[in-house]
């Protein structure tokens, strides 16, 4: 662990939850369930294609008894309306706004996942596969003293990052974005960019305010750490920094 005060590095007990085996399936699972609870529902309007003055001819008129259009401009070709397979009718089975389209995922599936992926921090070939630069980074997981939390400003933080070396991981992030390829770019979302450092700290002492305009670099409390943000698009192995506070409160709330 680096101690930001003394520039001393001292060894800590993880905690089990570092234990467990990764398990990218149930993790992608997890991802692909919170993903999709966030899926807008949409569908049409109950009543399209019936808001006319359509009726069924009568028997003998000798047309087929489809309900039909009133008025000159249809009578001519006798468009049909309401049922769904005439020209211009609604759809048979639309989409229907009240459809649960979320991917369901058991309870214990949910906590395996979170356990899983925290394991998945500490180990240096999930980390580098998964893209991030590791190469000025000793051993994870990455672990700093409390008064990382009080950092107030950005100069600060890159200096302790550039120190654990973690700050190349951030140049790549910087250096890899790039223009969205189709219609995104005009749909308010142009650029794509790589995710970069995680910092899970245990108290907001003036470190959110001082890492975010870094980027790629995000920063949760230990009750906001779930599989998405520690594995995202579902690839176990973000690279992450941990107070030392967090980490026996993340200790605490998975032990069990």
């Given at each position: ?36 609870s966030r899926i807008q529902p949409k569908g ?125 991981d951030v140049k790549r992030v910087k250096e ?23 910092l899970v700290v245990s108290e907001d002492k ?51």
């Amino acid at each position: 662990m680096n101690r930001l005060n003394e520039g001393e590095e001292r060894k800590v007990d993880l905690p089990s939850v570092f234990q467990w085996d990764v398990r990218p399936d149930i993790i992608k699972k997890a991802v692909l369930s919170a993903q999709s609870s966030r899926i807008q529902p949409k569908g049409t309007n109950p009543r399209a294609g019936m808001e006319t003055t359509a009726e069924t001819p009568e028997k003998g008129s000798g047309q087929t008894r489809v309900r039909r259009i009133k008025g000159r401009r249809y009578q001519a070709a006798g468009r049909g309306a309401w049922a769904p397979f005439t020209y211009g009718g609604r759809r048979a089975h639309p989409s229907k706004s009240e459809e649960d389209r979320g991917e369901g995922i058991n309870k214990k599936e949910k906590n395996l996942a979170t356990r899983s992926a925290i394991s998945a921090t500490k180990d240096m070939e999930t980390v580098s596969s998964r893209g991030h630069n590791v190469d000025g980074i000793e051993s994870l997981p990455l672990v700093v003293d409390d008064d990382f939390e009080g950092l107030k400003k950005t100069r600060e933080v890159k200096e302790v990052m550039e120190e654990l070396g973690v700050w190349e991981d951030v140049k790549r992030v910087k250096e890899g974005r790039k223009i969205r390829a189709g219609k995104g770019k005009s749909r308010g979302r142009p650029y794509k960019k790589k995710v970069g450092p995680l910092l899970v700290v245990s108290e907001d002492k003036g470190i959110f305010r001082a890492s975010r305009n870094i980027p790629g670099v995000d920063v949760v409390l230990p009750d906001q750490v779930n599989t998405e943000i520690l594995a995202p698009g579902g690839v176990p192995g973000r690279l992450t920094i941990w107070t030392e506070s967090a980490m026996e409160e993340i200790g605490r709330r998975f032990s069990s």
